[in-house]
């Protein structure tokens, strides 16, 4: 079984790097400053956990690609 460290999200590639420097960011900036200046919201449904910390998985995994807010579903 092989693994691999890459998705596709709307079209577009992210690695699991990619992934990981944006909750660099998120932990750098603050969660409130972050979603602010990449037009995200709070998650309502799920979130994506990282050593015991929780973040919001759309906008992680949105800005990650490189997408605003409105172009990710």
Sequence with gaps: MS???TTTV???TVSR???LRV???IDAVGRVR???THGYRESSRFVLRVNGKSYPSKAVLG???GLKSA???
């Design 3 to 5: 693994t691999t460290n």
């Design 10 to 12: 709307a079209g577009r």
């Design 17 to 19: 790097e990619d992934v």
């Design 23 to 25: 909750i660099d960011e």
């Design 34 to 36: 972050f979603l602010r």
């Design 63 to 65: 800005v990650a690609a």
């Design 71 to 73: 172009d990710f579903f």
